[in-house]
Protein backbone atom coordinates (compact mmCIF):
# COMPACT_ATOMS: atom_id res chain seq x y z
CA UNK A 1 0.00 0.00 0.00
CA UNK A 2 1.08 3.51 -0.96
CA UNK A 3 1.61 5.67 2.18
CA UNK A 4 1.69 8.86 0.73
CA UNK A 5 0.70 9.34 -2.95
CA UNK A 6 1.23 12.20 -5.75
CA UNK A 7 -0.53 12.60 -8.90
CA UNK A 8 0.36 13.59 -11.41
CA UNK A 9 4.19 12.01 -11.24
CA UNK A 10 4.90 14.41 -14.21
CA UNK A 11 3.71 17.56 -15.62
CA UNK A 12 4.96 19.47 -18.64
CA UNK A 13 2.89 22.39 -19.35
CA UNK A 14 3.26 26.37 -21.14
CA UNK A 15 4.10 29.75 -19.14
CA UNK A 16 0.70 31.22 -18.10
CA UNK A 17 -1.47 28.09 -17.17
CA UNK A 18 -2.73 27.09 -13.92
CA UNK A 19 -2.72 23.39 -12.86
CA UNK A 20 -2.80 21.35 -9.62
CA UNK A 21 -1.30 18.77 -8.30
CA UNK A 22 -2.78 15.92 -5.51
CA UNK A 23 -1.57 14.67 -2.65
CA UNK A 24 -3.16 11.46 -0.32
CA UNK A 25 -1.57 9.73 2.71
CA UNK A 26 -3.13 6.84 4.26
CA UNK A 27 -1.16 6.86 7.16
CA UNK A 28 -3.86 8.68 9.20
CA UNK A 29 -1.85 11.53 9.85
CA UNK A 30 -2.75 14.92 10.79
CA UNK A 31 -0.11 17.08 9.28
CA UNK A 32 0.50 17.59 6.00
CA UNK A 33 3.62 19.54 3.88
CA UNK A 34 4.56 20.90 0.51
CA UNK A 35 8.39 21.18 0.07
CA UNK A 36 9.91 22.15 -3.33
CA UNK A 37 13.29 20.64 -4.70
CA UNK A 38 14.78 22.92 -7.04
CA UNK A 39 17.34 21.87 -9.93
CA UNK A 40 20.38 21.91 -6.93
CA UNK A 41 18.27 19.61 -5.42
CA UNK A 42 17.75 22.03 -2.40
CA UNK A 43 14.55 21.08 -0.25
CA UNK A 44 12.35 23.75 1.03
CA UNK A 45 9.21 24.01 2.73
CA UNK A 46 5.95 25.57 1.28
CA UNK A 47 3.24 25.12 3.14
CA UNK A 48 1.80 22.97 6.31
CA UNK A 49 -1.77 21.86 7.31
CA UNK A 50 -2.34 20.49 10.32
CA UNK A 51 -5.95 18.84 10.33
CA UNK A 52 -6.72 20.68 7.73
CA UNK A 53 -5.88 24.25 8.83
CA UNK A 54 -2.78 26.25 7.45
CA UNK A 55 0.08 26.21 10.34
CA UNK A 56 3.27 26.71 7.89
CA UNK A 57 3.01 29.27 4.51
CA UNK A 58 6.51 30.46 3.40
CA UNK A 59 7.50 33.26 1.58
CA UNK A 60 5.54 31.67 -1.50
CA UNK A 61 3.69 33.80 -4.30
CA UNK A 62 0.57 33.86 -3.90
CA UNK A 63 0.03 32.02 -6.97
CA UNK A 64 0.49 29.17 -5.14
CA UNK A 65 -2.86 27.92 -3.00
CA UNK A 66 -2.69 24.82 -1.12
CA UNK A 67 -6.03 23.51 -0.38
CA UNK A 68 -6.78 20.79 2.15
CA UNK A 69 -10.24 19.45 1.71
CA UNK A 70 -9.55 17.18 4.58
CA UNK A 71 -6.78 15.80 6.84
CA UNK A 72 -5.46 12.64 4.24
CA UNK A 73 -5.63 15.21 1.26
CA UNK A 74 -3.24 18.34 0.78
CA UNK A 75 -3.90 19.80 -3.28
CA UNK A 76 -1.37 22.22 -4.83
CA UNK A 77 -2.52 24.81 -7.29
CA UNK A 78 -0.49 26.86 -9.28
CA UNK A 79 -1.60 29.99 -11.10
CA UNK A 80 -0.08 31.58 -14.10
CA UNK A 81 2.81 29.31 -13.81
CA UNK A 82 6.15 30.52 -14.86
CA UNK A 83 9.22 29.47 -16.44
CA UNK A 84 11.20 29.23 -12.31
CA UNK A 85 8.07 27.26 -11.18
CA UNK A 86 10.25 24.05 -12.87
CA UNK A 87 10.84 22.17 -9.88
CA UNK A 88 10.29 18.21 -8.27
CA UNK A 89 7.26 18.94 -5.51
CA UNK A 90 6.95 16.80 -3.10
CA UNK A 91 4.01 16.29 -0.73
CA UNK A 92 4.76 14.60 2.95
CA UNK A 93 2.83 14.10 5.95
CA UNK A 94 3.67 13.42 9.61
CA UNK A 95 2.19 12.76 13.18
CA UNK A 96 2.90 14.86 16.00
CA UNK A 97 4.07 12.97 19.16
CA UNK A 98 4.36 15.09 21.65
CA UNK A 99 6.67 14.50 24.75
CA UNK A 100 7.45 15.61 28.26
CA UNK A 101 8.00 18.99 28.28
CA UNK A 102 5.45 19.68 25.67
CA UNK A 103 8.35 19.40 22.68
CA UNK A 104 7.76 16.69 20.18
CA UNK A 105 9.29 15.62 17.19
CA UNK A 106 8.06 15.02 13.91
CA UNK A 107 9.15 12.16 11.48
CA UNK A 108 8.19 13.20 7.88
CA UNK A 109 6.98 10.68 5.33
CA UNK A 110 7.22 11.64 1.96
CA UNK A 111 5.62 11.11 -1.69
CA UNK A 112 7.35 9.93 -4.92
CA UNK A 113 7.39 13.40 -6.29
CA UNK A 114 5.85 15.50 -8.99
CA UNK A 115 8.48 17.10 -11.87
CA UNK A 116 6.86 20.33 -13.30
CA UNK A 117 7.93 21.41 -15.90
CA UNK A 118 6.82 24.87 -17.21
CA UNK A 119 7.99 25.50 -21.20
CA UNK B 1 17.12 29.76 13.67
CA UNK B 2 18.33 26.03 12.72
CA UNK B 3 20.14 25.31 9.51
CA UNK B 4 21.96 22.31 8.52
CA UNK B 5 25.24 22.21 6.51
CA UNK B 6 26.24 18.99 4.68
CA UNK B 7 30.32 18.92 3.59
CA UNK B 8 30.91 17.63 0.56
CA UNK B 9 28.13 17.96 -2.33
CA UNK B 10 29.75 14.22 -3.56
CA UNK B 11 31.30 12.00 -1.88
CA UNK B 12 33.33 8.99 -3.99
CA UNK B 13 33.83 5.70 -2.19
CA UNK B 14 34.64 1.76 -3.66
CA UNK B 15 32.38 -0.91 -2.96
CA UNK B 16 33.23 -2.64 0.40
CA UNK B 17 34.80 0.75 1.68
CA UNK B 18 33.70 3.66 4.85
CA UNK B 19 30.98 5.46 3.68
CA UNK B 20 31.14 8.72 5.97
CA UNK B 21 28.85 11.57 4.84
CA UNK B 22 29.16 14.49 7.17
CA UNK B 23 26.45 16.75 8.71
CA UNK B 24 26.55 19.70 11.22
CA UNK B 25 23.68 21.59 12.52
CA UNK B 26 22.84 24.69 14.29
CA UNK B 27 19.80 25.33 16.72
CA UNK B 28 18.92 27.66 19.76
CA UNK B 29 17.27 24.58 21.12
CA UNK B 30 18.15 20.49 21.44
CA UNK B 31 17.81 19.70 18.27
CA UNK B 32 15.64 16.51 16.41
CA UNK B 33 18.03 15.41 13.69
CA UNK B 34 17.06 13.02 10.41
CA UNK B 35 18.92 11.48 7.66
CA UNK B 36 16.82 10.82 4.53
CA UNK B 37 18.13 9.41 1.23
CA UNK B 38 16.85 10.02 -1.97
CA UNK B 39 17.31 7.51 -4.72
CA UNK B 40 16.86 8.43 -8.55
CA UNK B 41 13.02 9.89 -9.55
CA UNK B 42 11.65 8.85 -5.92
CA UNK B 43 10.79 10.38 -2.64
CA UNK B 44 12.65 10.70 0.45
CA UNK B 45 13.08 7.71 2.64
CA UNK B 46 13.85 7.94 6.18
CA UNK B 47 17.40 6.56 6.91
CA UNK B 48 17.50 7.83 10.29
CA UNK B 49 16.54 9.73 13.17
CA UNK B 50 17.73 11.32 16.71
CA UNK B 51 15.45 12.60 18.91
CA UNK B 52 17.57 13.42 22.20
CA UNK B 53 17.75 9.48 23.24
CA UNK B 54 20.48 7.62 22.60
CA UNK B 55 23.22 9.43 20.58
CA UNK B 56 24.55 6.45 18.67
CA UNK B 57 21.32 6.00 16.30
CA UNK B 58 21.14 2.81 14.14
CA UNK B 59 18.99 3.26 11.04
CA UNK B 60 17.96 0.85 8.08
CA UNK B 61 20.68 -0.72 5.56
CA UNK B 62 23.37 -0.80 7.80
CA UNK B 63 23.66 2.79 8.26
CA UNK B 64 24.19 4.67 11.49
CA UNK B 65 25.08 8.48 13.17
CA UNK B 66 26.18 9.47 16.25
CA UNK B 67 24.83 13.06 17.49
CA UNK B 68 27.63 14.57 19.20
CA UNK B 69 26.19 18.22 20.86
CA UNK B 70 29.94 19.62 21.34
CA UNK B 71 30.43 19.24 17.82
CA UNK B 72 27.25 19.97 16.72
CA UNK B 73 27.24 16.92 14.07
CA UNK B 74 25.62 14.40 13.11
CA UNK B 75 27.59 12.19 10.62
CA UNK B 76 26.14 9.30 8.82
CA UNK B 77 28.09 6.03 8.17
CA UNK B 78 28.15 2.57 6.77
CA UNK B 79 31.25 0.55 7.58
CA UNK B 80 31.17 -1.16 4.01
CA UNK B 81 29.46 0.56 1.04
CA UNK B 82 27.26 -1.39 -1.43
CA UNK B 83 26.54 -0.35 -5.16
CA UNK B 84 22.99 -0.06 -3.69
CA UNK B 85 24.00 2.86 -1.30
CA UNK B 86 24.28 5.03 -4.57
CA UNK B 87 22.26 7.81 -4.34
CA UNK B 88 21.43 11.26 -2.63
CA UNK B 89 21.60 11.92 1.09
CA UNK B 90 20.14 14.29 2.68
CA UNK B 91 20.71 15.40 6.83
CA UNK B 92 17.65 17.75 8.40
CA UNK B 93 17.28 19.12 11.30
CA UNK B 94 13.72 20.21 13.54
CA UNK B 95 13.10 21.30 16.81
CA UNK B 96 10.20 20.80 18.96
CA UNK B 97 7.59 23.33 20.33
CA UNK B 98 6.81 26.32 18.12
CA UNK B 99 8.35 25.69 14.60
CA UNK B 100 5.28 23.50 13.81
CA UNK B 101 7.25 20.61 12.45
CA UNK B 102 9.45 22.76 9.93
CA UNK B 103 12.27 20.58 8.43
CA UNK B 104 15.50 22.60 7.36
CA UNK B 105 17.62 20.37 5.22
CA UNK B 106 21.28 19.95 4.31
CA UNK B 107 21.58 20.55 0.05
CA UNK B 108 22.32 17.17 -0.07
CA UNK B 109 25.44 14.64 -0.35
CA UNK B 110 25.59 12.57 -3.56
CA UNK B 111 27.11 9.36 -2.43
CA UNK B 112 29.04 7.25 -5.86
CA UNK B 113 29.89 3.75 -5.33
CA UNK B 114 32.13 2.10 -7.05
CA UNK B 115 32.62 -1.25 -7.76
Known amino acids: DTAVSQTPKYLVTQMGNDKSIKCEQN?????MYWYKQDSKKFLKIMFSYNNKELIINETVPNRFSPKSPDKAHLNLHINSLELGDSAVYFCASSQFEFRTGGTFYNEQFFGPGTRLTVL | AQSVTQLGSHVSVSEGALVLLRCNYS??????LFWYVQYPNQGLQLLLKYTSAATLVKGINGFEAEFKKSETSFHLTKPSAHMSDAAEYFC?????????????FGRGTQLTVWP
Open chain 2, 92 to 104: AVTEGGSTLGRLY
Open chain 1, 27 to 31: LGHDT
Open chain 2, 27 to 32: SSVPPY
